[in-house]
């Protein structure tokens, strides 16, 4: 009653998630709003925007990393730049992108490759605050240790502090990553595909979809790619057992990178 309660009133579709996360995550924002009830929570959230807005991080979790599971950047760079680079220019499209780590990770990776200027990234998440502090491209200090130990596992060719500087409390990555990003609002469960690309990366989301929701999101994308475009997904995600096995080929299966299917 309450993701159908969310739906109607704000027009977010938590219906096809699965059950188990999303009861975690429900008895959280229960504890951290001080609700009794999910019942309680349910009043609270239809009558108060403002707690909607809360509750929405604890449904989206913005959890991230820079070059998280740096074998699949490392991939990248070997499987798919080399065809990229054949592209007179290149639209890439991060779904799911939270607070923005993936995306400088990828104009990262695009700019050492020479590909970031010819590239237009579309960054889209239904959280509009992690969607605001993607835009900020700030992210804490004490986190770079990880994030440089990553970015030189996948392959990286330079000095990652080239990337940042110190400010405002956190690190703040330099602006011509986002030059050609656009930031913005895109729900995989209501909305449609809006840009023809070469490239999709989404990880690390589908696998709180269940199995209706998740045909719906691979069908967005195989809509979305180009001729044998590419396909990222998460490293605990496949298309193995989807409505769209078929429509994709392993590029590099281990690092879960696919190839739209010739059709």
Known sequence: MLVEAVYLKYNYDFRDYTGASQKRRV?????????????????????????????LQYLTIPVSEMFRDPEYFAAIRSQVVPFLRTYPSLKIWVAGCSTGEEVYSLAILLHEEGLLERTMIYATDINPVSLDAARRGVFPLDRMRLFTENYQKSGGKRAFSDYY??????????R???????FA????????????????????????????????????????????????????????????????EPLARRERLFRKAAE
């Open 27 to 55: 008895l959280v924002a229960l504890r951290e709003m001080d609700c009794d009830t999910v019942s309680e929570l349910q009043a609270k959230v239809l009558h108060q925007p403002e707690a909607f807005s809360q509750l």
């Open 165 to 174: 500087t110190a400010a405002y409390g956190g690190a703040l990555f330099e």
């Open 176 to 182: 011509m990553l986002v030059e050609n990003v656009t």
């Open 185 to 248: 609002d895109h729900s995989l469960a209501t909305d449609s595909v809006f840009s023809e690309t070469h490239f999709v990366s989404c990880r690390n989301v589908m696998i709180y979809f269940n199995r209706r929701l998740q045909n719906r999101v691979l069908g967005l994308f195989h809509e979305s790619l180009c001729h044998r475009g590419f396909l990222g997904l998460g490293s605990k995600e496949s298309i193995d057992f989807s409505s769209y096995a078929s429509r994709f």
